[in-house]
């Protein structure tokens, strides 16, 4: 299915892993943005659906010239998906979306008027709620990220500024899909995910971030992602697969050597992450996996820069810093 290759407005590119019961609602948000005048493209990318999900792209393409089907032989992850449908891309602006979650169309349309007048702003990020389980409770934004929010929001919204300047949203949880980027700047720049199973959207949430020449936030609601404790979701799995969460921050870690100056202006907040990624895949690890689980961790401290550790320690947060050197001392034993 070749699709549309007409340049247009945006962009959105969807993975899609057993999602039959909803990528015709996610195609049917997005195409009902031409109704407000956006020219748009649909990319699914099936990673190799079981339940007859690449039948309904299928279907949806064959009706709509606006949506390109692509498709995995072997189940490769989200951001392998995404990557496959990258290059597709011929709208003005990308967003990465999840094949299970709710649009704000309007929000959407708003950040894309904002975009376009100001030329210089690559990517904009913003606000998200939850619904959990099957009584679909509305909740907001993570307490953590809440905060982060109000502190860069504090003049108002929108807030815009340099990678530097917000360099707090690199500490915001890693979704893809509460952020629209320009699409020629980070073909330029090389924007990557990563390629592991689970937490592979933490790289491109960081070069999201660090690569655009400016960042716009906003307070606004663009997607409700939609949380099903007890269903099939990567983020629901805590086997041998969530030892890749720790290649995936390796990842991270990898970029920042590459380049020792953003290394050092956002170490602080690449280990504040990580600690904070820790902390919360810890505890649900199944039996079995924790000792494996935190020796990679260990060999993933074991990578600080001795310099950064002691900025760390002395200017940012001194009580992480001993967290991070007691996960060492402690297996070294007395």
């Known amino acids: 299915m070749d699709g549309t290759t007409v340049p247009c407005d945006l962009s959105v590119i969807v993975p899609v892993y057993n ?4 990528i015709e609602r996610v195609a049917g948000d ?3 943005l031409r109704h407000e005048g956006v020219r748009c493209q649909v990319i699914f990318v099936d990673d190799a659906s079981t339940d007859g999900s690449m039948e309904i792209v299928r279907g949806l393409a064959s009706e709509h010239a606006d949506v390109l089907g692509l498709q995995h032989e072997v189940n490769e992850g989200a951001g392998v998906a995404r990557m496959t449908g990258w290059p597709h891309a011929t709208g003005r602006y990308t967003l990465f979306f999840d094949a299970d979650d709710i649009l704000h169309g309007d929000v959407l349309c708003l950040t894309l008027q904002r975009m376009e007048a100001h030329p210089q ?3 904009a990020m913003l606000a998200y709620r939850y619904e959990r389980g099957r009584a679909n409770t509305g909740l ?3 307490f953590e990220d809440t905060k982060v929010f109000r502190q860069l929001l504090r003049a108002g919204a929108p807030a815009i500024g340099t990678p530097g300047e917000m360099g707090a949203l690199l500490t915001v949880t890693n979704y893809p899909w509460n952020k629209v980027i320009r699409t020629a700047h980070f073909r330029q720049a090389g924007l990557r995910f990563g390629t592991t199973q689970v937490n592979n959207d933490i790289l491109g949430h960081w070069e999201m971030i660090v690569k655009a020449r400016r960042v ?5 609601v663009i997607c409700t ?3 099903d404790p007890e269903g099939p979701n990567i983020t629901n799995q805590f086997g041998a697969e ?3 969460m720790l290649e995936a921050l390796g990842d991270v870690y990898d970029m920042l050597e590459r380049d020792p100056d953003l290394r050092r ?3 602080h907040r690449f280990w504040k992450s990580a600690y904070r990624l820790y902390r919360w895949a810890r505890p649900r690890l199944e039996p079995g996996i924790a000792t494996r689980f935190d020796v990679r961790w260990r060999e993933l401290i074991g990578r600080i820069d001795l310099g950064d550790y002691a900025d760390l320690r002395l200017r940012h947060d001194a009580d992480l810093a001993d967290a991070l050197a007691n996960h060492v001392l402690a297996a070294q034993g007395p």
């Open 19 to 22: 999602a039959a019961g909803t």
């Open 30 to 32: 997005v195409l009902a």
């Open 121 to 123: 702003v690559d990517t």
């Open 140 to 142: 907001g934004m993570s």
């Open 216 to 220: 716009m936030l906003s307070d606004e």
């Open 225 to 227: 992602h939609l949380v």
């Open 242 to 244: 969530r030892l890749q």
């Open 265 to 267: 202006r956002e170490a």
